[in-house]
């Protein structure tokens, strides 16, 4: 199985930056795409930014030019740098990695438990 542990959520003030990170372990064979995706109360989970194995990323509309993915491969992490930070990012995000545990099973999606963000005005 593949765990995912994610870390750096808080509060913050508007304007301000934070950093989390999502570490994947256990019995990893091969990662795949890692991403971040966010929910808000009474919304639904929405992509906020995604990187490839070979470092092509993909963000959400709102958070292009403020947020940053980034990986490290042999560490199996994940990283999502949040800056200029607006009461609208406040929601709970969660890191989904796309793994395989066995080279002979497809690719699977595996999400952390969801950190919090809050981003006060």
């Known amino acids: 199985q593949v765990q995912l542990v994610e870390s750096g959520g808080g509060l913050v003030q508007a304007g301000g930056s934070l950093r989390l990170s999502c570490a994947a372990s256990?019995?990893?064979?091969?990662?795949?795409?890692m991403g971040w995706y966010r929910q808000a109360p009474g919304k639904q989970r929405d992509l906020v930014a995604s990187?490839?194995?070979?470092?092509?990323?993909n963000y959400g509309d709102s958070v292009k030019g403020r947020f940053t993915i980034s990986r490290d491969n042999a560490k199996n992490v994940v990283y999502l740098q949040m800056n200029s930070l607006k009461p609208e990012d406040t929601a709970v995000y969660y890191c989904?990695?796309?793994?395989?545990?066995?080279?002979?099973?497809?690719?699977?999606?595996?999400w952390g438990q969801g950190t919090q963000v809050t981003v006060s005005s």
């Open positions: 256990g019995s990893i064979f091969m990662v795949n795409h």
């Open positions: 989904k990695v796309v793994a395989k545990v066995v080279s002979i099973v497809p690719f699977r999606d595996y």
């Open positions: 990187v490839t194995t070979n470092g092509n990323t």
